[in-house]
């Protein structure tokens, strides 16, 4: 073996992380596979590298026989006790029979095959590293779109963004640096092949454990996400410490936190509740910024009856329902929400009581996120 080959082994062992082992192994499994193929195609032989040496050598491997039927596979006992008298039938006799011309015919034959093997080993490595990233955040570019998916660069290899997980309201463009959620790592025939998306709810959770110090540190936990993509999300927030204000924590100072998010999800909107256990103050603070009145509870059917003020209704479903339907993913409840006057109708909810309002209770006309942080911010 020549000097350049070790040092184009040292060089991938360095370069590429690849274990000069492997490549060792790969080698020799190529130059067996030329031997078979240019001088006994069923003789069984092995391949010794010396690295320090600098060299190659073939040997036929021969089972001692009592009589032989293959000389390419077998040798007589009578002639192995000759090269060494211990051995004995069934034993292993390897004799060497490396051809003079065979290192032109093994860097011809084992180059593609150590290639591939490289390649495969490259592989290898770049599925260790992602298989450990699914369901984490990377910052990708993005080359180029088809009919089904956008192609994202994270680097050493080319993420898929399915059309279904895009969002609605962004278009995407190459050179696009965009951050993705890790959905999928698979080991395929052509190699890793890795998902991400921009739609999931982990890519919101992620995206406050990189603005928020409190969550990545866990002062501040993330109990629950509901995401509509692109449009309205809501996650509920819950701190050990009670000294411990975990929505403004997310607020951060000026609101300037939550409006990184907002700036890096294209204008969604995103509501930061309170967690509890009690699922009566849950369901009231998941329904935001909808002012609730009461929360009857159904335990076994792990449903909820919110009364709201006849003129708070509206606010409290959402458009489309929507408000209700995220609330009703946050807290994993099946949320019911009825007017005070439709409760009074249906019997279950007393007729003299009302709700209090403040003089300056009023329907916002635009729900967008300077109205459900403006105390905060303030």
Known sequence: MSSELYDALLYL???KGIERGLLIEAIEAALVSAYKR???QAQNVRVELNLE????RVFARKEVVEEVFDFRLEIALADAVQINPSYEIGDVVEMEVTPKDFGR???QAA??????????AERGIIYSEFIDREEDIMTG??????????????????ALLPQAEQMANETYKPHDRIKVFITKVERTTKGPQIYVSRTHPGLLKRLFEIEVPEIFDGTVEIRSVSREAGDRSKISVHAENPEVDPIGACVGPKGNRVQAI???????????????????VF???ALSPAKVVEVMVDEENKATTVIVPDYQLSLAIGKRGQNARLAAKLTGWKIDIKSETDARAAGIYPSGKTAEQDEDDTEPSNNNLEDFFSEEIE
């Not at 040496?53 to 190659?56: L, R």
């Not at 180059?111 to 495969?120: C, F, G, L, S």
């Not at 080359?143 to 660069?153: C, E, G, M, T």
């Open 262 to 280: 907002v700036n890096e999800l294209k204008g969604e909107k995103i509501d930061i509740v309170q967690w509890s256990e009690d699922p009566v």
């Open 283 to 285: 369901v009231a603070n």
């Open 105 to 107: 015919i093994a860097a």
């Open 53 to 56: 040496a600098g060299s190659m």
């Open 111 to 120: 180059k593609q095959v150590v290639t591939q093997r490289v390649r495969e």
């Open 38 to 40: 240019n001088f006994n």
């Open 13 to 15: 062992e360095k370069e």
């Open 141 to 158: 570019i993005v080359q180029r779109q088809d009919a089904r998916f956008i192609y994202v660069s994270l680097g050493k290899i080319e």
